[in-house]
Nanobody
């Protein structure tokens, strides 16, 4: 099993920045990827960004491109999502995700609220 511990999140004003971190523990091995999804009230969970642990390629959702930066620390099995120029539409619960083959692991989620 894999455990994901998220930190960060909170309330910020529009235009400001916020950083989310996620640390993976347990059976963290093999070829996997880590990243973030988010879910706004009344909406489906959507992809934000992901990084491949083996090939170190990073991919972003269109809304995140240019504003969000995902980085990883392989030694600590952590990922950090730096979010800049936040807007009210970025308000959501952000979930850390680790995918390995057909297995998906999720964090409990952290609330990000952006006020206008």
């Amino acid at each position: 099993q894999v455990q994901l511990m998220e930190s960060g999140g909170g309330l910020v004003q529009a235009g400001n920045s916020l950083t989310l971190s996620c640390a993976a523990s347990g059976q963290v091995f093999g070829n996997f990827d880590m990243g973030w999804f988010r879910q706004a009230p009344g909406k489906d969970r959507e992809f934000v960004a992901v990084v491949g642990w083996t090939h170190d390629s990073t991919y972003y959702a269109d809304f995140a491109e240019g504003r969000f930066t995902l980085s990883r620390d392989s030694a600590k099995n952590t990922v950090t999502l730096q979010m800049n120029s936040l807007q009210p539409e970025d308000t959501a619960v952000y979930y850390c995700h680790l995918g390995r083959g057909s297995d998906d692991f999720w964090g409990q989620g952290t609330q990000v609220t952006v006020s206008s």
